[in-house]
């Protein structure tokens, strides 16, 4: 990595120690890599829990910034001023017409569709990989996206001042390429799905010797999802749900999550507990949730087909790992139809007044079908991770929802338009009821 080399050598800090490979345990310095020398499993952070037990409490975790920075001992940088968008502490939404909806009693949905800057769970994690990426010595970032992705690394590399190039698939919705565009990054549209833009990437990374927060520097980049982990457990009073549904796509998300819960528990912050871990993906792109259904430990690659492009991974780094916290933790991993993610967008504004994308709405179409199965107790804290803003993929809603009443500036022509409206309102119930 040409413009990395003088600083990969620099001492880390006092909490993370190295990386270390998920299949063999091999240690490596913590430098721009991200695969085993060995074995060729995947790279992740560790850290000297000792020192963060001994150092680090719930006082001092609360009088941090409010941004994922207050969880920074957690978090795979060194430096004492990292990159803060003000990323983060989204609100954790206690429900109640959509619980009630649903028959369940204690539903909280974390929304990050709201996340600062750019609507998505997504500036967590590009946060502390661009963080990491400086203090690295990066000067040109970079990334594979179905979207999100790119939205994050081009906002916040222009706020970090650094040069960034991302890489898309030419299909990709339209308000996601503006929300990358406006930024003015070079943005390369690919010609393939998500799986050949990686593809790609990895050989430009090892060509071009640019930081790839999803590649090279994906061990820190991943790191940044488990703050979904830490504030969900502050946020309920320092103590742990009982179940939580989040989206797969790589996986990663969803296995950080349980790491974040793990962490909190080895240095004394919340009492241990089991949490039941449950994730959701489109039919037409479940490699996961075949995986788990036919009770395999390995993951079949499937071409995506579906909606809901954001989490259309056909083949998913960390599927392997999802697939065994889900059975391990008593979960499921169920998938839904394109049909059923436009209702769970739709089902989960008119209820809660949360406009999400598509990996939104394949979250709560996966909720209600657990929750249908019986494999959710009503009783039980549940909490649903809603990762992106709607207003990124209105394609997909688009002639599912009603339109505007046109009316005349007159009071009659109101009067008019609204017995309309009330006539058409009876008539969805009366479908609703057959």
């Given at each position: 990595?040409?413009?990395?080399?003088?600083?990969?050598?620099?001492?880390?800090?006092?909490?993370?120690?190295?990386?270390?490979?998920?299949?063999?345990?091999?240690?490596?310095?913590?430098?721009?890599i991200?695969?085993?020398?060995?074995?060729f499993?995947?790279?992740?952070?560790?850290?000297?829990?000792?020192?963060?037990?001994?150092?680090?409490?719930?006082?001092?975790?609360?009088a941090?910034?409010?941004?994922?920075?207050?969880?920074?001992?957690?978090?795979?940088?060194?430096?004492?001023?990292?990159?803060?968008v003000?990323?983060?502490?989204?609100?954790?939404?206690?429900?109640?017409?959509?619980a009630?909806?649903?028959?369940?009693?204690?539903?909280?949905?974390?929304?990050?569709?709201?996340?600062?800057?750019?609507?998505?769970?997504?500036?967590?994690?590009?946060?502390?990989?661009?963080?990491?990426?400086?203090?690295?010595?990066?000067?040109?970032?970079?990334?594979?996206?179905?979207?999100?992705?790119?939205?994050?690394?081009?906002?916040i590399?222009?706020?970090?001042?650094?040069?960034?190039?991302?890489?898309?698939?030419?299909?990709?919705?339209?308000?996601?390429?503006?929300?990358?565009?406006?930024?003015?990054p070079?943005?390369?549209?690919?010609?393939?799905?998500?799986?050949?833009?990686?593809?790609?990437?990895?050989?430009?990374?090892?060509?071009?010797?640019?930081?790839?927060?999803?590649?090279?520097?994906?061990?820190?980049?991943s790191?940044?999802?488990?703050?979904?982990?830490?504030?969900?457990?502050?946020?309920?009073?320092?103590?742990?749900?009982?179940?939580?549904?989040?989206p797969?796509?790589?996986?990663?998300?969803?296995?950080?999550?349980?790491?974040?819960?793990?962490?909190?528990?080895?240095v004394?912050?919340?009492?241990?507990?089991?949490?039941?871990?449950?994730?959701?993906?489109?039919?037409?792109?479940?490699?996961?949730?075949?995986?788990?259904?036919?009770?395999?430990?390995?993951?079949?690659?499937?071409?995506?087909?579906?909606?809901?492009?954001?989490?259309?991974?056909?083949?998913?780094?960390?599927?392997?790992?999802?697939?065994?916290?889900?059975?391990?933790?008593?979960?499921?991993?169920?998938?839904?139809?394109?049909?059923?993610?436009?209702?769970?967008?739709?089902?989960?504004?008119?209820?809660?007044?949360?406009?999400?994308?598509?990996?939104?709405?394949?979250?709560?179409?996966?909720?209600?079908?657990?929750?249908?199965?019986?494999?959710?107790?009503?009783?039980?804290?549940?909490?649903?991770?809603?990762?992106?803003?709607?207003?990124?993929?209105?394609?997909?809603?688009?002639?599912?929802?009603?339109?505007?009443?046109?009316?005349?500036?007159?009071?009659?022509?109101?009067?008019?338009?609204?017995?309309r409206?009330?006539?058409?309102?009876?008539?969805?119930w009366?479908?609703?009821?057959?």
């Open positions: 990595m040409t413009q990395a080399t003088q600083h990969q050598t620099q001492q880390t800090s006092a909490t993370f120690k190295a990386l270390k490979c998920k299949e063999c345990g091999t240690e490596y310095e913590p430098q721009a991200h695969v085993c020398e060995e074995c499993g995947p790279l992740e952070v560790s850290y000297d829990y000792d020192a963060l037990r001994r150092h680090v409490t719930r006082e001092t975790i609360q941090g910034p409010n941004s994922i920075w207050r969880y920074r001992p957690f978090l795979p940088v060194m430096t004492d001023n990292p990159i803060d003000g990323t983060g502490m989204t609100p954790l939404v206690k429900s109640n017409r959509l009630r909806r649903l028959g369940l009693k204690n539903l909280y949905i974390k929304n990050d569709a709201v996340n600062m800057p750019t609507l998505s769970f997504k500036d967590r994690v590009v946060s502390v990989a661009l963080t990491r990426a400086k203090e690295l010595g990066f000067s040109t970032v970079s990334c594979a996206s179905t979207g999100n992705l790119a939205n994050s690394t081009a906002a590399a222009a706020h970090a001042g650094l040069d960034c190039c991302v890489f898309i698939p030419a299909d990709l919705e339209a308000g996601k390429v503006l929300g990358t565009l406006i930024y003015s070079t943005v390369m549209a690919v010609e393939g799905n998500y799986d050949q833009v990686n593809r790609l990437c990895c050989e430009v990374a090892n060509t071009h010797g640019w930081g790839f927060v999803n590649i090279n520097l994906r061990p820190y980049y790191e940044g999802s488990k703050t979904l982990g830490y504030e969900v457990a502050e946020q309920l009073g320092w103590k742990l749900p009982d179940h939580i549904v989040a797969l796509a790589s996986g990663s998300l969803f296995t950080k999550i349980y790491k974040g819960f793990q962490e909190f528990i080895q004394g912050l919340v009492d241990d507990k089991k949490v039941r871990f449950s994730g959701a993906q489109a039919e037409g792109c479940s490699p996961i949730a075949q995986a788990f259904r036919e009770g395999r430990d390995f993951v079949t690659p499937v071409k995506p087909n579906t909606i809901a492009k954001s989490i259309a991974i056909g083949n998913p780094a960390d599927g392997v790992y999802a697939v065994d916290i889900a059975q391990k933790t008593g979960g499921n991993i169920e998938s839904v139809s394109d049909a059923e993610i436009v209702e769970g967008m739709k089902l989960l504004a008119e209820t809660e007044g949360i406009f999400t994308e598509t990996a939104g709405g394949t979250t709560i179409a996966v909720l209600k079908k657990l929750v249908e199965a019986g494999k959710i107790d009503p009783d039980e804290t549940t909490v649903v991770y809603i990762t992106g803003n709607g207003l990124k993929t209105q394609e997909a809603i688009q002639g599912y929802i009603g339109e505007p009443l046109t009316i005349e500036p007159k009071l009659d022509s109101f009067e008019r338009a609204l017995e409206s009330h006539t058409l309102d009876r008539l969805e009366q479908q609703v009821l057959i």
